[in-house]
């Protein structure tokens, strides 16, 4: 990978990075569209990375279609997938360790402790064997995203990060890998994310500056949907991700629940 990459650099060719872990859908083909639009050469990693499961998270089932995700790979005339194995990755576990201070401290973060560290790690090491211009991340995974920008800022890594739009199902279930878990009740159940998400932004956009307000009003929702657990709702500063109080700027409305054996992720960026 890394020999192919300096090959292209020489040529003065312009390469398009976009990280997965495959069972590819419409949001992973967006970004690749992304980088098509704007790369000479265009390179997708699928890697289940296992560094960033916790114990008891889905690792090992994991969906993974590999024929699949190169068919509709091929479609979009991506110039290289690169699909290493979990030895070619860590021939040993790593020594190191991509810590990425306070900004792994809320949301997901607390809920699935050593995730993002895993996450960076891994994006570190993938950065550097494809050495690409600019990687495509999704506003899905807000906190990845977030996370990511500072790690290549604060390292001074070569590479600029792009965000891409949430793509959605027609009836607003944002997409996801994940969603192959839903039965088809708690997929009905599970549009409830996406509905809190719009009744967030309708009580802003009318006025309302309580945080506690929306937020309730959002748990309320999604409480009578899912018997689960919430695992969070949360209103933060899109780039610290510190928890706001007041919505006075642009507020991250982010949250995570369960339905089934899924456990779903979803946000909205709002501008009061
Ligand atoms: P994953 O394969 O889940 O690790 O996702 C790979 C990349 O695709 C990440 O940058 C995700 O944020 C992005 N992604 C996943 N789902 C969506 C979606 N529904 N819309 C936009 N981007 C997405």
Redesign the pocket.
């Known amino acids: 990978m890394q020999v192919f990459a300096d090959e292209a650099r020489t040529k003065g060719r312009r390469t398009g990075f976009?990280?997965?872990?495959?069972y590819l859908?419409e949001?992973?083909l967006?970004?690749v569209r992304r980088a098509r639009a704007e790369c000479d050469l265009v390179t997708v990693s699928i890697f289940v990375n296992p560094v960033q499961f916790g114990p008891g998270e889905d690792f090992s089932s994991y969906p993974r279609d590999f024929e699949s995700d190169k068919f509709l790979l091929e479609k979009e005339k991506v110039n290289v997938i690169f699909n290493p194995s979990v030895n070619q990755m860590y021939p040993e576990p790593s020594l190191v360790n991509v810590f990425v201070h306070r900004l792994t401290e809320t949301l997901c973060a607390a809920i699935r402790p050593g995730h993002f560290e895993g996450v960076a790690l891994v994006v570190l090491k993938l950065l550097n064997a494809v050495k690409p211009h600019k990687a495509y991340?999704?506003?899905?995974?807000w906190q990845?995203?977030v996370v990511i920008r500072r790690m290549v800022e604060d390292i001074n890594l070569d590479v600029e990060i792009v965000t891409?739009?949430?793509?959605?199902e027609p009836d607003g279930l944002?997409?996801?890998?994940r969603n192959i878990y839903l039965s088809k009740d708690d997929r009905a159940r599970a549009l409830v994310l996406n509905q809190s998400l719009n009744e967030a932004e309708r009580l802003v956009k009318k006025g309302e500056r309580d945080v506690q307000a929306v937020l309730s009003r959002m748990r309320e929702m999604i409480t009578e949907k899912t018997t689960e657990k919430i695992d969070y709702v949360s209103a933060v500063d899109p780039v610290t991700l510190h928890p706001v109080q007041k919505i006075e700027g642009p507020t991250l409305f982010a949250l995570a629940a369960r339905f089934g054996k899924a456990r779903l992720i979803d946000n909205r960026l709002v501008e009061p």
């Not at 944002?174 to 890998?177: D, G, K, L, R, Y």
């Open positions: 976009v990280p997965t872990m495959g859908h949001g992973h967006s970004l991340f999704g506003a899905k995974d990845q995203q891409c739009p949430i793509v959605r944002a997409m996801s890998s």
